[in-house]
């Protein structure tokens, strides 16, 4: 199967307060295109970081991303953006919507900067598969963190991603509308073919995916591949 | 799939940078209005001027033939010898002449007496422009019978009409009418000796113009129109030269009157450009914020593949449009402030300024303004590049130091050096430009060293002992977001402006009523001819008014520095004589001790000369002795009028100038200039303007021909002129003052929504209204008081320096205004910072937190 993310002896270390802190220690793994995948682990274990190192927002220290079969290392910041805004979507905890824009222009962006033409019906067309076909002129701060975050699914997808990045999709939202939303994230997915990675806490989240890699001090400490979730099996985890 | 499949397309894409920039824009318009209002007055200001710049150099050019009122004048200041006489009688197709010298007046109906300008004119000068007069036809009717024309400022001050009389030496004069403007004088130029026309057929008799009285001629010529004034001019140079004549065309006099005039509009220019400075500091201070505040939406964009060029773009687009908006919404009130400059600054120029609407002065407004913004507002901007997509997701990263970066370096280079070059193109001078950009930028330095010192200095010495609310007002001041360095920089240099203008002008009133205070002379009496001298001490004595001195003078002229003339020096390039030398008229006295003014330095005052052919030893002041190259031993030869005295230089001495004495640049020795034509010179003390009014009365109606100089006069002109100045001054530099304002109120708006959230914070944990009004109430004392206090700091060790080495008098401040500007500006600071604040105050925390956060 192609591979969409490939992941070589990756490490980050920071230098802070006259001493070096390793986040990430030989990290290695492959993404399949189109599947779903999880990182999980306590907080401060490295999940974020190495989703951020996956999305190319930032660079590691050594070892290699390679995304779309394009080393990330490799590229300068401008490139890696435009990298992000060719192959990949990002959802994340905090929403990030921009304040200024209204729910439609922030699912607009992505095309927009792509040069896209017709692009307004495309938007709308997702903000009405998010149900939010009648708030999409509202400003993100007059609309509820469930609504927030569906404008948010709305524009991750709007560029077609190869690939999806979600850091704690439900951080910030009550069980009834993380359900909602999940659903909605997992029924666009699929509809659209889109590679998966997900970050989270969260393990009936990441029971729905079907692999989930778990992190603890910056190691890899497994990975494995997913049954069908059920509830037994996420008790007994 | 390889590397290859990528290939990176850096694309601008430019309306969608407009685009973004305009919906970025959203929400925040207000708040970026508020940094377009620190520009908009010193574009204001620099508009105003600018446009004052441009009218007045028009009105000029069409005024240009009604400034000289003939096509030439040629002028003296001695009679006109009879060898060059038939040269200008027939120079011009029409020719008029004119004698002026300074005399008294006596008006008859209220026995009042004045100090005036006597100009007897014969002909029928002004060839261009006119008297004009009130009746109108006075200004050519006086011409014809024993009538005069009296400056309007005398008419009303003595209360005279038309009809009345006045003396003038021995003759009456019927006032023809009322003298309301004359060619090329201004207002100022008239108030202390006002005009007084009279036909020059009548001078004679007026028995004024003897032997020895300073009267000067001037002849005003008309020619036909095709005429080449230059080329006749530079054909007849070198006779009038010889014959000691001057001369002024109408080319000549616009260039004098548009240099004093560029003079005047470049200090203008210089203080509006600081204002327009200040409110760039404002606007600089106020988009770092902006953008600290937009640096999540700058990462969420990253993440969405926005590169950092179109990232850096949408904000500069912002800021230069704003910049763009302030200087038209600055041009617009400039122009309209334009319309009254004119009436500010009337009295300086003689000339009549139209207020009209100058497009040029609008357009390098604009211009200016935009690029004086993007530059300032480039700072801030430049961190933009910088932002990491990371922080979509850890907000708490460490914010962007961008001090190793070289284009930050690279601004500032860019910033200094628009500043040189703005004001180079101002003052033409770059020495000036560097000296007025390194001073700014010293105030600067050290104001903002100063906020960086207080910052360092309420952490490390951080009063933990002290109540809960002291202690948060006080570490609002070094905490993250503070306004500190901001705050103390501008309303720090609005200190000090405002605190400088007002020392420099209370030193320059005080230094003019020291002298007349006290037991220092008060009124000069002169124009004293030889057989006068004795009666005229007597009638001071009788009047037991005090001799304070009583001098002889006499005027002459240099016709040679070590046997080199005037030619011979014009000759010889490597000369280190100065031209200037032979063309200044020495008013001389003679003594064989110093006065109390002065001290010898060099040499030895010499003794009476007892014989003829004895050397005659003079004493030089030194200053002007370096000034036209002469040293001690040097032989000079002066021409007494017509008599060359042949002389040595025996010593040099210091004279205090600042002095209400004669003082002189040449002493003879006795037992040389007795014989020669000369006037004596009385100074006295009057103790009341009612003894100074009997006392002159009396000179006048016995000795029409003895001028007399009323110091209380001078003082109360001097106080007008100082006091227009001051205004115009005040009236530009209210600019700087109200832009520190804005930016102080911007500034704690800005402020206010960094604080906003703690504050919140605050009422919901329980804290009270007056609670959080007293920490911020300390918050900006703290900053207001300090500000004030080091600009007020600076102006004083500013203005001690000028006292000192400019002006050279005692540096004695009143220490009142002081204590009251600096609690005016501390107490508006903290009323600025709690009227901002009472939003959050006055409304529930909830709905602050909704509306606000």
Redesign the interface.
């Known amino acids: 199967m192609e591979s969409i993310l490939n992941i070589r002896q990756l490490s980050k270390t920071y230098q802070g307060g006259g001493r070096t802190l390793q986040v990430l220690n030989d990290i290695n793994f492959m993404v399949e295109a189109g599947s779903t995948l999880s990182i999980v682990g306590p907080s401060g274990s490295g999940k ?1 970081t190495l ?2 190192l996956c999305a190319g ?2 660079r590691a220290s050594s070892g290699s991303v390679e995304l ?4 990330l290392n ?2 300068s ?3 890696r ?6 192959y990949v979507g ?1 959802i ?1 905890q905090n929403f ?6 209204t729910a439609l ?1 922030n699912v607009m ?2 095309l ?4 896209e033409k017709n692009i307004r019906p495309r938007a709308m067309e997702l903000l009405e598969k998010v149900a939010l076909a009648d708030r999409m002129h509202h ?1 993100p701060l007059q609309l509820s963190g469930g609504e927030q975050q569906r404008v948010s699914l709305a ?1 991750a997808f709007s560029n077609n991603p190869r690939i999806l990045f979600a ?1 704690e999709p439900t951080g910030n939202l009550d069980a009834e509308t993380s359900d909602r939303v999940i659903k909605l994230l997992f029924d666009l997915n699929k509809e659209a073919g889109t590679t998966l990675v997900i970050v989270t806490h969260n393990l009936e989240l990441a029971a729905l995916t079907n692999r989930i890699i778990r992190i603890k001090g910056g190691h890899l400490i497994s990975d494995e591949y997913n049954a069908p979730v059920t509830a037994g099996t996420l008790q007994a985890e | 799939m390889d590397r290859e499949r990528f290939v990176y397309k850096k694309k601008l894409n430019l309306p969608w940078l407009f685009l973004m920039a305009w919906r970025n824009s959203r929400r925040n318009r207000s708040r970026l209005f508020l940094f377009v209002s620190s520009i908009v007055l010193g574009i204001a200001a620099l508009v105003a001027t600018f446009s004052l710049g441009d009218n007045v150099r028009k009105d000029i050019d069409q005024q240009a033939q009604t400034l000289v009122g003939a096509d030439l004048v040629i002028e003296s200041n001695k009679p006109v010898s009879p060898k060059i006489r038939p040269l200008l009688d027939s120079l011009g197709d029409q020719r008029s002449e004119e004698r002026t010298f300074a005399s008294m007046i006596y008006f008859s109906k209220s026995g009042g007496t004045r100090l005036v300008q006597v100009r007897a004119l014969q002909g029928d000068f002004p060839y261009y422009g006119s008297l004009e007069t009130t009746p109108a036809t006075a200004g050519k009717a006086f011409r014809l019978q024993q009538q005069a024309l009296v400056d309007k400022t005398l008419m009303l001050q003595f209360n005279a009409q038309v009809g009345d009389s006045i003396q003038i030496g021995e003759v009456s004069f019927a006032i023809a009418g009322v003298l309301n403007k004359a060619p090329g004088r201004t207002g100022l130029s008239t108030t202390v000796a006002p005009p007084v026309y009279i036909p020059l057929k009548y001078l004679e008799q007026t028995g004024l113009v003897q032997k020895g009285s300073r009267v000067a001629v001037n002849f005003y010529y008309k020619f036909k129109p095709a005429t080449d004034i230059d080329q006749l001019v530079k054909t007849i140079e070198p006779r009038l030269e010889k014959a000691g004549l001057d001369y002024d065309t109408v080319e000549e006099r616009k260039r004098n009157t548009g240099r004093s005039f560029e003079d005047v509009n470049e200090f203008l220019t210089l203080i509006s450009f600081i204002a327009l400075l200040l409110g760039c500091i404002g606007v600089a201070s106020a988009i770092h914020i902006y953008i600290r505040e937009k640096i999540s939406s700058i990462a969420i964009l990253r993440c969405l593949g926005v590169n950092s060029g179109q990232a850096f773009l949408i904000y500069l687009i912002q800021i230069v449009g704003i910049g763009i908006i302030g200087s038209i919404l600055g041009a617009l009130l400039g122009t309209l402030i334009q319309q009254v400059l004119p009436a500010v600054i009337k009295d300086f120029l003689p000339i009549e300024i139209n207020a009209g609407i100058s497009w040029p002065s609008i357009f390098k407004g604009i211009g200016l303004g935009a690029i004086i913004a993007a530059l300032f507002g480039l700072l801030p901007l430049l961190s933009v590049r910088k932002v990491s997509p990371l922080f979509t997701l850890r907000l708490s990263l460490e914010p962007v130091r961008s001090w190793g970066d070289p284009f930050r370096w690279l601004v500032y280079v860019l910033i200094l050096g628009f500043i040189v070059v703005f004001t180079w193109w101002q003052v033409h001078s770059w020495a000036q430009a560097i000296i007025f950009t390194v001073s700014i930028l010293t105030a600067f330095l050290v104001l903002a060293g100063i906020a960086r010192l207080l910052m360092w200095a309420v952490r490390r010495f951080f009063p933990a002992s002290w109540s809960y609310l002291w202690r948060q007002g006080f570490a609002n001041l070094y905490r993250p977001n503070n306004q500190t360095l901001i705050l103390v920089t501008t309303i720090g240099l609005g200190a000090l402006f405002i605190s400088t203008l007002y020392f420099i002008q209370s030193m320059l009133i005080n230094r003019v009523t020291l002298t007349g205070s006290g037991n220092q002379p008060n009124m000069v009496l002169f124009d004293i001819q030889n057989t006068q001298k004795d009666s005229v001490a007597a009638l001071t004595r009788q009047y037991k008014l005090p001799i304070i001195q009583q001098v002889p003078i006499v005027t002459m002229r240099i016709e040679s520095i070590n046997g080199k003339t005037a030619a011979d020096v014009k000759k010889d390039t490597s000369s280190q004589i100065s031209e200037r030398a032979f063309e200044w008229e020495f008013r001389v006295t003679y003594r064989d001790s110093l006065t109390d003014s002065e001290k010898l330095t060099a040499g030895k005052l010499s003794g009476p000369v007892k014989y003829p052919g004895d050397r005659v030893l003079i004493s030089m002041e030194e200053q002007y002795a370096k000034r036209i190259n002469v040293k001690l031993g040097d032989s000079l030869v002066f021409n007494v009028q017509g008599a060359l005295v042949h002389t040595v230089v025996g010593s040099m001495r210091q004279v205090d100038w600042q002095r209400v004495q004669t003082n002189f640049r040449v002493v003879f020795p006795p037992g040389v200039l007795e014989p020669a034509p000369q006037f004596h010179v009385l100074i006295t003390r009057v103790p009341s303007p009612e003894v100074s009014a009997q006392f002159q009365q009396a000179v006048v109606r016995q000795y029409p021909n003895i001028s007399i100089i009323d110091l209380h006069l001078i003082l109360k002109v001097l106080d007008d002129v100082l006091s227009q100045i001051g205004f115009v001054i005040r009236f530009m530099a209210g600019f700087s003052i109200v832009t520190g304002l804005i930016v102080l109120i911007a500034s704690v708006l800005i402020s206010k929504y960094q604080r906003m959230q703690e504050s919140v914070l605050l009422r919901t944990l329980g804290a009270s209204r007056r609670q959080i009004l007293t920490i911020t109430a300390l918050e900006y004392f703290f900053l207001g008081a300090l500000a004030a206090a080091t600009g007020i700091l600076l102006s004083l060790v500013g203005s001690w320096a000028l006292a000192r080495y400019s002006f050279k008098t005692p540096f004695a401040p009143d220490w009142w205004p002081i204590l009251i500007l600096f609690v005016a500006i501390a107490a508006l600071t903290i009323l600025v910072g709690i009227f901002n604040s009472r939003s959050v105050v006055n409304r529930p925390p909830l709905e602050v937190l909704r509306k606000e956060v």
């Open positions: 974020t989703l951020g927002l930032d779309n079969n394009i080393t490799e590229l910041e401008d490139e953006a435009q990298v992000r805004n060719r990002f994340f990030q919507l921009l304040p200024t824009l222009e962006v992505p927009e900067l792509r040069g400003y524009r850091d």
